[in-house]
Nanobody, 127 residues
Framework: QVQLVESGGGLVQAGGSLRLSCAASGRSFSNYYMGWFRQAPGKEREFVAVITWSTGRTNYAASVKGRFTISRDNFKNTMYLQMNSLNAEDTAVYYC????????????????????WGQGTQVTVSS
């Protein structure tokens, strides 16, 4: 099991930026897929971005492509989500998640493909 802890959420004005962090620990996850999801009030949890821990390969939801950047620091065992040009539609609880590589087709965008989840961090964008 991989343990995940998010941080970095907060309140930001529209057009601003935030960087989320996800600290990972536990079993070896060097070949895992690590993703970000978000859930707005009254909506289902949705895919945001994913990165392959070993190679750094990335994939993004259309709604955030060009504005958000997912990255990881192998030495710090930490994944990041740099969010720029934020708007009110980005307001949500953001979760990081880890998916083992077996039985998963790239890019893993579905919730059930991820076996470990963080507790979430709130991002609120004021317009």
């Amino acid at each position: 099991q991989v343990q995940l802890v998010e941080s970095g959420g907060g309140l930001v004005q529209a057009g601003g930026s935030l960087r989320l962090s996800c600290a990972a620990s536990g079993r070896s996850f060097s070949n895992y897929y690590m993703g970000w999801f978000r859930q707005a009030p009254g909506k289902e949890r949705e895919f945001v971005a994913v990165i392959t821990w070993s190679t750094g390969r990335t994939n993004y939801a259309a709604s955030v492509k060009g504005r958000f950047t997912i990255s990881r620091d192998n030495f710090k065992n930490t994944m990041y989500l740099q969010m720029n040009s934020l708007n009110a539609e980005d307001t949500a609880v953001y979760y990081c998640a880890a998916a083992p590589p077996y039985g998963v087709t790239w890019p893993p965008r579905r919730l059930h493909e991820y076996g470990s989840w963080g507790q979430g961090t709130q991002v609120t964008v004021s317009s």
